[in-house]
């Protein structure tokens, strides 16, 4: 019988799958090599650590969403990043979370935040107000994508209305619900814009 044909592409999707099942934490080289029938040491050749399946992850996760790159104003390139990254968080619930251990590496990621900075630079940001507002989007970002994950999973508590009296709390009933229909994503990345925007260097 051959030998299955192992690539780093084959053993990157392969951890992806595997942390969309399970969770990023469950990616470990013997499970992928469980997974398609080979030796762990088989994976070497490929990936030489843990740690580096989980930057080829990012990079492929990256390379597979539509980043803005190229010339924006720096509140398109925020709404853009903010939607790229909702996306890739729908699309990849568990391996997702791969990005809790570290920034992102690879020429996709490398070309949206040049892409980010120059916009920034263009209206009049200097660098160190640039850093703090990409910082800004990026947790902001991150923590809507997950929050967007949580409750794809039903991982999100709800309040029981049954549980929280009306008469002593008839102003959190009345938020409550109304409470699925805002688009809270949105709203939060436009209030982010005007922030961003309130704190833009004179």
């Not at 619930?93 to 690879?106: E, M």
């Not at 490398?110 to 990026?138: H, K, L, P, Y």
């Not at 999100?156 to 619900?177: G, K, T, W, Y």
Request: charged share 25%; with cysteine; proline share 5%.
């Amino acid at each position: 019988m051959p030998k299955p044909q192992l690539s780093k592409e084959k053993i990157i999707d392969t951890a992806i799958e595997i942390a969309d099942e399970k969770g990023h934490e469950a990616v470990t080289l013997r499970g992928i090599a469980k997974r398609l029938k080979v030796h762990v040491t088989s994976l070497y050749n490929h990936v030489p650590t843990k740690d580096a399946v989980f930057i080829e992850m990012m990079k492929k996760m990256f390379a597979d969403s539509d980043m803005p790159v190229g010339s924006f104003t720096w509140q398109d390139w925020i709404r853009g990043y903010a939607e790229a990254f909702r996306k890739m968080a729908c699309r990849h619930p568990g391996a997702f979370q791969v990005f809790q251990r570290g920034l992102a590496q690879g020429d996709e990621a490398m070309e949206t935040v040049e892409s980010a900075i120059a916009a920034f630079r263009a209206d009049g940001f200097d660098i160190e107000a640039t850093f703090c507002a990409m910082r800004a989007v990026n947790v902001v970002v991150f923590g809507l994508g997950l929050e967007d994950v949580a409750r794809e999973t039903n991982a999100v508590p709800q309040l029981n209305p049954e549980l929280v009296p009306v008469e002593r709390f008839p102003q959190i009933h009345e938020v409550m619900a109304i409470s699925e229909r805002p688009d809270t994503f949105h709203f939060l990345v436009e209030v982010l814009i005007a922030g961003i925007a309130a704190r833009r260097p004179v």
